[in-house]
């Protein structure tokens, strides 16, 4: 089965993306398929390549890039909430004159187009709220 | 066929659900047939005579009033939730549709995915 | 039939009042994140056949292991990941 997931809360400011790697590990470890992890809102968070977590708690970044890696998992932020959120690939860093990008390369910018197909697509959409 | 259900359920201005919920109901219609319904405080967002010029953050109850150009051509609302709160379809900048408990229970099941904000 | 989700204390946030309100018989809630803090009592109201869940992980991390009521059922994972294979639309209550 194909699970769309979509994340609304930041890493660390809310539990929703512990939630949502321990279901993405879930799905992968009982032989499902995620079609795309799509993050939103505050989610876009995730998608910071600057996080520097003490060594003692989950490296989420890290853990995000690891699915993308070793299982190819698409990991897209909405370009819109991106953008407010200061979550720039090096593309919009030019585009909006901004001194850096902030974006992990392991995550692409889309729009909510994509949010949209992984509704219609995906066989279930499960939403790991703020 | 993909039919989507968005429930808002934030207020408006103190977080940005409403207003970027607002955004994928849109982008939804262009490939799907799409139902809103507002609970809790997501009623809020299109009560009537928002000023939002002195804070500064966007007053989007008008683009409720477009959702029928994009094909939305009823806004559910939870009418516990309306009453709840004081308020009557008069006090709304678009038309809504009121529902009873057992009535939301079935459009939320007459739907393939629910997006929620 | 719906899984629904509740990731918020019941003392602090109406996501599961809520979702209650939306429940049907034979639907499924899952409490997770804080929304644990709900398991430690059975849930009044519930429709027929509707089973409450609560991830195991979230239950541990905040000392509930002892307290879960007995009509809850503690799931990992890999059975969230099943109840959603179950039931055919998803909705979280945050």
């Known amino acids: 089965m194909k699970f769309g997931i979509v994340v609304h809360g930041a890493p660390y400011s809310s539990e929703s993306s512990h939630s949502a790697l321990h279901f993405a590990q879930a799905v992968i470890d009982t032989g499902h398929e995620i079609h795309r992890v799509f993050f939103y809102h505050d989610g876009v968070y995730n998608g910071s390549g600057l996080m520097a977590p003490p060594q003692d708690e989950w490296d989420l970044g890290a853990r995000w890039a690891t699915l993308a890696r070793e299982h190819g998992t698409d990991l897209v932020v909405c370009v819109a909430s991106s953008l407010r959120r200061g979550m720039l690939d090096s593309t919009e860093a030019d585009r909006y004159e901004k001194p850096a990008a902030s974006l992990a390369p392991d995550f692409t910018v889309s729009g909510l187009g994509q949010l949209i197909d992984t509704a219609i697509n995906a066989d279930r959409l499960v939403t790991f709220g703020a | 066929m993909a039919k989507l259900l968005f429930i808002q359920s934030k207020a408006p201005h103190g977080s940005l659900f409403g207003q970027e919920g607002l955004d994928a109901i849109l982008m939804g219609t262009a490939f799907a047939e799409c139902n809103v319904l507002l609970v809790e405080d997501g009623i809020y967002q299109v009560l009537k005579a928002q000023d939002t010029r002195e804070l500064g953050t966007k007053d989007y109850s008008v683009t409720y009033k477009a959702l029928p150009d994009y094909g939305v051509s009823t806004i559910y609302c939870s009418e516990r939730h309306l009453l709840a709160r004081g308020l009557t379809p008069d006090d709304l900048v678009v038309p809504v549709e009121p529902l009873g408990n057992d009535a939301i229970k079935q459009l939320m099941a007459d739907h393939t995915a629910i997006l929620g904000f | ?94």
């Open chain 3, 1 to 94: 039939m719906i899984l629904h989700t509740v990731n918020k204390s019941p003392t602090q946030h109406r996501g599961l009042a809520t979702c209650l309100e939306f429940v049907s018989p034979g639907d499924a809630i899952v409490l997770l994140e804080d929304g644990v803090y709900a398991a430690v009592t059975a849930i009044e109201g519930l429709p027929a056949g509707t089973q409450v869940y609560a991830v195991r992980a979230d239950i541990d991390a905040r000392g509930l292991a002892d307290r879960v009521a007995k009509s809850v059922l503690v799931i990992d994972y890999a059975g969230f990941v099943a109840l959603c294979i179950r039931f055919s639309l998803f909705r979280n209550w945050s």
